[in-house]
């Protein structure tokens, strides 16, 4: 029984990530964009103070504009195939209790992907998003996964 509990969790921790991991990506380019009507007023991490009287206040000179962005969408080829094997080795390695590994799987990632993300801060963002994303999802699983297994 063991043994099904672990190609399940791995089964969901793989395939399941994906679903989630496009919609965190969706939603990030959403609030990029500004599109769901954030308020920068009432942003509590804007960089604006108000004083007594309610007037905002600049404390720091304003950032200079953002380079301006590729023409067409940053797609990384091979990104889903990447996330998939990305997710099953971080629960894999989480339900070997080896967590280290996760560490690995970071740097290679990030390895292979650094000429690209060094190009193109929209593309790094994105990964970034991207990897924190599938990598939660895939540790949340197999976390659920090995308390199963120790309680049953």
Known sequence: MDVLWIVLGLAAAAAGGWPLTSGVLKL?????????GLDPSSDPAADQVRDPAGAA???????????????????LRGGLV???????????AVLADEPVAIAYVVAVKGLGRYAELKET???????IIGTLTSMLWAVGVAAAVRVALLQG
Not at 57 to 75: N, Q, S
Not at 82 to 92: C, P, Q, S
Not at 121 to 127: M, S
């Open 28 to 36: 990030a380019r959403a609030v990029e964009a500004g599109r769901p």
């Open 121 to 127: 801060p929209a593309a790094a963002e994105r990964f």
């Open 82 to 92: 990447i996330g998939f094997l990305e997710r099953l080795a971080v629960a894999a």
């Open 57 to 75: 206040v600049h404390p720091l000179p304003p950032l200079p504009p953002r380079p301006p962005m590729p023409a067409g969408p940053v797609i």
